[in-house]
Structure formats: structure tokens, C-alpha cells
């Protein structure tokens, strides 16, 4: 299966648009203390309905330097205590932030939320060297989406300021097999 890749980006903190918020309380609260298996539930919980297979088969010393690294910072989304949503971005190349990855747990789908994270996510990206001082003023942050993930994402990216800047598109012979879902057989959308 062919899937197209659109890479987005912002190079402006004023490129921002603000989201509405949402209709219910829901607190952003950046993961300070670098949990590998906090962090592979958040991935897996996001990204088992939309193919994210990438970061599946890291044992946990693959997590903690991913999770180590300089400029790395991991924000969830909570709902009456509940996770939401999470957001992992990186600071590369002295002046970009790389959103990695972004998305909602399936239960908060449609409930207002991703439009409040994604622009919370930008802000602090935006702000990334106010938290780590060895870092220059950013310039861009970038991101990138496919037609695998969420029907929403790319018009929640672009909603929210993020203009399109190139498109590719790869052969995904994985994308044919159902998702893998939040754990092995859960098939809770076959």
C-alpha cells in the first residue's frame, strides 16, 4: 500500500493559530522523569489504530535514550486524571523542534481535545530554550503526517498554523495487515 507523507512546518512563533478550548477541563502537563514504559504505553495507547510501528520493537535502553536526549520533551494531555493525548518533540539542529510524535487515545477522539493540544505543543516548542538554556532560539518547528494517521490530523495541523512545505509518498506493504493496536489482538476496531 502506498502512503503519502506530508512534512509541515511553522517558521514563526506568530504562525500559531490558537485552538477554541475544549468543552471540558483538560490539563497539559509536561513527563519530566524519563519513564520507557510510561512512554511506550503513550505510543502504543496513540498510535496502535494508525500503523505506528516505529518505536514498537525498542527494548527499554532505546527508550531511555530517546527520552535522555538533549532538548527532548514529552507532554500529556489529562482528562480527570485519565491520559488523553501526548505529544514527544525534539530540538535538532540548534534551531528546529521536531514534533515526533502527537495524537489522542482513541476514548478522547472527537471531544475538542487535539486542536488544544497540538497548540499547546507548539507554543512550547516554540519556547523550548527557556527549559534548556544550551539551546538557540528556535526558527522552525516541523512535523510530519501520513495517510495512515488519524482522518483529522492533517487538517488539525493546518488549522493550527502549520503550512505544508513537501510530499512524498513510500511503499508500506505493513499498512495492508490491520493496525496493531494499543497491545497485541486487542482488536478492539477489526
Excluded: C
Excluded at 520493537?57 to 482528562?79: K, S
Amino acid at each position: 500500500m502506498q502512503s503519502t507523507i506530508t512534512y509541515l512546518e511553522q517558521t514563526s512563533p506568530d504562525d500559531l493559530i490558537p485552538a477554541r478550548a475544549p468543552a471540558e477541563p483538560v490539563e497539559v502537563r509536561r513527563a519530566e522523569v524519563p519513564s520507557p514504559e510510561f512512554h511506550r504505553f503513550l505510543y502504543s495507547a496513540v498510535g496502535g489504530d494508525w500503523h505506528w510501528r516505529g518505536k514498537l520493537a525498542w527494548d527499554w535502553d532505546q527508550w531511555m535514550e530517546w527520552l535522555t536526549q538533549p532538548g527532548f520533551e514529552a507532554w500529556v494531555a489529562w482528562v480527570r486524571g485519565t491520559p488523553a493525548g501526548y505529544t514527544a518533540f525534539t530540538g535538532r539542529e540548534g534551531t528546529e523542534v521536531e514534533i515526533e510524535n502527537f495524537g489522542l487515545l482513541p476514548a478522547f477522539i472527537g471531544r475538542g481535545i487535539g486542536g488544544h493540544l497540538l497548540a499547546t505543543t507548539l507554543q512550547h516548542a516554540w519556547t523550548l530554550p527557556e527549559r534548556h538554556p544550551d539551546f538557540k532560539p528556535v526558527k522552525r518547528v516541523w512535523l510530519h503526517t501520513n495517510t495512515l494517521d488519524g482522518p483529522h490530523a492533517l487538517a488539525n495541523y493546518q488549522a493550527r498554523g502549520l503550512r505544508p512545505y513537501r510530499t512524498t509518498t513510500e511503499e508500506r506493504p505493513d499498512a495492508d495487515a490491520p493496525p496493531p493496536g494499543p497491545w497485541p489482538n486487542a482488536n478492539r476496531r477489526a
